[in-house]
């Protein structure tokens, strides 16, 4: 029976791999600091093939017997989270990626980083390929985020060419589903809480900012294909259905069939302009795409939210 570790395992993305490796047959340990996750996340799958350990990847990390896998999910990943909490996500995409390398070194396992595309920054290059080195500014907010992943991606690469460890890297597009907080500054847990209470749907800038969102369980399917492939450079994973900021707030008003009108606040400094994944490579290489089309996965987060107590402030 495969043994994994799932750095981040009290997150919203990392709860979600601890639950699929669970229905995989694998024994898990969830790792966490809760420092944005929360074991409400994963506290349906205590079991005994299921475990949490408590602790902060930057430090040492210590695990007693074999160990197959390491999905390392570890980081704030909210521009809310990483604004307030930059030291600790420069720490953790720096410190925290060297334990967990070091760990998969350790105990010969195969080794994932969860990182993203904000590494391609306000990209210049629509869609974004693998192959782009994208336009970062590395020294404004969102740079302890985009530079914290840019080096991660370094220091995983460099521990496979110079130390041999089968590692692999997959660069994130937006995502979205269960379990996301409300109020994390992403857009879906903004929206549909404040469409559910009739509230403004706050919008920054004039909307017409693109993403392309991905349903959760779309792409942790994708994230178990890459980790078991033979392939070592960066993949992408996401959705490359691209749409406007204001058109998903749209989404979100009609699917709840809320009273909500639209509001603008000011564009963030460095808020990228577009955003769309190139999956070719994921198609060919791992014979992935997306299954769930949005307004189904939108259905599935809003009943999810719709379960949960509002927040007091929205």
Not at 119 to 130: A, F, N, R, S, T
Request: net charge neutral.
């Amino acid at each position: 029976m495969p043994r994994s570790l799932v750095t981040g395992g009290a997150g919203f993305l990392g709860s979600h791999l601890c639950e699929y490796l669970l229905r995989k047959g694998h024994r898990v340990i969830a790792m966490d600091n809760l420092l944005t996750g929360t074991t409400d996340n994963i506290a349906h799958l205590q079991g005994d093939r299921f475990s949490f350990v408590r602790h902060d990847i930057t430090e040492y990390i210590y695990l007693a017997g074999k160990l197959d896998f390491v999905w390392h999910f570890a980081s704030p990943a909210s521009p809310l989270d990483y604004l307030q909490l930059p030291i600790q996500t420069l720490k953790v995409g720096a410190l925290g990626t060297h334990k967990a390398l070091g760990l998969a070194m350790e105990k010969k396992a195969k080794f994932i980083l969860a990182s993203t595309s904000e590494v391609y920054g306000d990209p210049l290059i629509h869609p974004q390929q693998e192959n782009y080195w994208g336009n970062v500014n590395p020294v404004g907010p969102r740079g302890v985020y985009d530079e914290a992943k840019r080096f991660a991606e370094a220091l995983t690469m460099a521990y496979h060419r110079y130390n041999g460890v089968d590692t692999k890297i997959v660069r994130i597009f937006n995502t979205y589903g269960p379990r996301m907080r409300p109020n994390d500054g992403r857009a879906i847990p903004t929206f549909v809480p404040q469409a559910l209470a009739d509230k403004p749907i706050t919008v920054f800038g004039d909307g017409s900012q693109t993403r392309s969102f991905c349903y959760v369980d779309d792409l942790i399917e994708g994230i178990h294909r890459l980790m078991m492939s033979d392939y070592h450079e960066p993949v992408n994973i996401g959705n490359p259905q691209e749409m406007t900021i204001r058109q998903m707030a749209e989404s979100v008003i009609r699917l709840t069939s809320s009273r909500s009108k639209i509001v603008q606040k000011p564009l963030p400094v460095d808020d990228p302009k577009v955003r769309q994944p190139d999956i070719g490579l994921a198609i060919k290489l791992l014979d992935w795409q997306p299954q769930v089309d949005l307004q189904e996965g939108l259905r599935r987060t809003i009943a999810w939210f719709r379960s949960k107590p509002l927040p007091e402030e929205i």
